[in-house]
């Protein structure tokens, strides 16, 4: 994996927490928490971030601005996606926009770490 940590955001405490934690435990990854994308691109913001990991429906700035917010500040940092919109429409956008992989909940822990893994060592973008 390459080096940087991973940026978690999502409105709900317990999906961010259980995220973390499996990231942490499983993966071995540092993690920093975000409750909405303004936190999250203050955040990103401060650098060092290896990968950012997000949520669709957030209040404020959405996972959609965030991902645009993220690729027009570092167009390297691979975004995933976990939301529980699973429209095709909105995944279609939010990969258009420079989503690298979108997961719909629920998500097991172990396709969140693969997900990861490969975002992280460069094998896993696209579906």
């Not at 060092?48 to 645009?68: C, E, K, S, W």
């Amino acid at each position: 994996m390459q080096p940087g940590r991973v940026l978690v955001v999502d409105d709900s405490p317990t999906m961010r927490r259980n995220v973390v934690l499996a990231l942490q435990l499983l993966a071995r990854v540092e993690c920093v928490e975000a409750g909405d994308g303004l936190e999250a691109l203050e955040r990103f913001r401060q650098g060092g971030f290896g990968l950012v990991v997000t949520n669709i429906n957030m209040p404020g700035l959405n996972g959609l601005r965030l991902i645009q917010a993220v690729r027009a500040a570092e167009p390297a940092v691979p975004v995933l996606v976990i939301s529980t919109e699973a429209s095709p429409y909105i995944r279609e956008r939010a990969l258009r926009l420079g989503a690298s992989r979108y997961l719909t909940k629920p998500v097991r822990a172990d396709e969140v770490i693969g997900a990861v893994r490969g975002l992280l060592d460069g094998t896993g973008s696209a579906p």
